[in-house]
């Protein structure tokens, strides 16, 4: 007599349908003869009793029948009687469940489906290239020329990878192999096309079949005025040539705007400072201040502007990406104290300072008076 089938899967004669399910499954991972590949032999053995001991306690009615009789009915005495053959097929349908995930656990047919295969034709990669640009480049806008290595189409056989098409005469066409071992119907990609199931009769000697070399990239991207940090652009079609003429990938720009000296981005808007002679901002005028698109901008400051003021300059800051109107620029007042002035200019600060009365400085003179109640 066999073996016992609840020893042969390490379980006890109470358990449940899913229990029997859990350990058959843990064991035939275990004895997967991938998985044991310096003791083959022995593996496909162990894995043949637990296929056999799952075939019957996996399926309800011939469990019952192997409680009562010591058999399953399918190769015991019981082989000739009607209604058990149903009860078998039935058992095996949900055995190639089981055999679905330890499979796929195993790279085999499974994971067929996430290939495309048609012709051989591959889409080619996307490719991610990082350009730098300086602020005024992003607010004006530029046409870059970037050059890289990459996969590109073979000039030899345009890209088609060579003449004519054959059946692959390993797999016949299927892109696969199955092969029995032990219980299990094993498929594996075909190693010859490569899951293809066709070859190229006589395939190009530049790029030995597969349409593409490595090439250096010279691709001139339109970037559109007001880009942004971190922007993506796509170029389409510019990335990695296609396998065997298939269809390019794109090639992705990514935006990285260098820091500017003077000023500052935030969003749409620019901001910057300015310095200003303590006499403009006594006496007020025009002063001068550099546009991002480097002209300059007379701007009219008012008499007794005050440091750190913020003077707002509309639509001179950054274009805004696809429109046709502009951020604003943001001016902060930057008040600069003379140094190293003479004695004669020292006698007329003195003067001027003398005549100045406290009015005329009322954040000072508020400041005075607090300290002054504090201490009285
Ligand atoms: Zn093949
Ligand atoms: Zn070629």
Redesign the pocket.
């Known amino acids: 007599m066999a073996k016992d089938f609840y020893d042969t899967l390490g379980i006890s004669k109470t358990a449940t349908q899913d229990e029997i399910k859990a350990a058959y499954k843990k064991m035939a991972i275990k004895y997967h003869p991938d998985r044991n590949q310096d003791k083959k032999e022995e593996s496909e053995k162990k894995m043949k009793e637990i296929n056999e001991a799952y075939d019957t306690l996996g399926d309800p009615n011939k469990r019952q029948n192997y409680d009562r009789f010591g058999s399953s009915g399918q190769n015991g005495g019981f082989g000739g009687q009607g209604g058990f053959s149903g009860g078998f097929n039935q058992g095996f349908s949900g055995f190639e469940d089981i055999f679905e995930d330890i499979n796929s656990m195993f790279g085999g047919a499974s994971s067929r489906s996430r290939r495309e295969r048609s012709d051989g034709r591959q889409k080619g990669s996307d490719l991610r290239y990082t350009v730098k640009l300086t602020l005024k480049e992003a607010y004006l806008g530029i046409k870059k020329n970037i050059s890289f290595k990459a996969l590109g189409k ?9 003449e004519g098409v054959i059946t692959c005469n390993e797999c016949n066409g299927a892109g696969t192999i199955r092969y029995q071992q032990g219980f299990f119907i094993v498929e594996n990609t075909c190693p010859k096309c490569r899951g293809d199931g066709i070859m190229i009769k006589n395939p ?10 490595e090439k250096e990239f010279n691709i001139t991207v339109d970037i559109p005025r007001g880009v942004s940090d971190s922007d993506n652009i796509r170029v389409s079609q510019s990335g990695e040539a296609g396998i065997r003429g298939g269809q390019s990938g794109d090639l992705f720009v990514a935006i990285k705007i260098t820091e500017d000296d003077f000023f500052r981005r935030d969003g749409d808007n620019l901001i910057c400072d300015i310095p200003v002679k303590f006499t403009r901002a006594i006496l007020g005028g025009e002063i001068a201040i550099p546009l991002i698109d480097g002209t300059i901008h007379k701007l009219n400051i008012s008499e007794g502007i005050q440091n750190g003021d913020r003077i707002k300059v509309s639509s001179k800051g950054m274009p805004r990406y696809n429109s046709n109107n502009f951020g604003d620029l943001f001016i902060y007042i930057k008040i600069e104290t003379p140094i190293n002035l003479s004695k004669d200019q020292k006698r007329i600060v003195e003067e001027l300072d003398r005549s100045i009365d406290d009015k005329m400085n009322p954040k000072t003179n508020n400041f005075i008076n607090k300290i002054k109640s504090l201490f009285n």
């Open positions: 073979c000039d030899q056989c345009n890209g088609k990878g060579g190009c000697r530049s790029c030995k079949g597969s349409g593409r070399k």
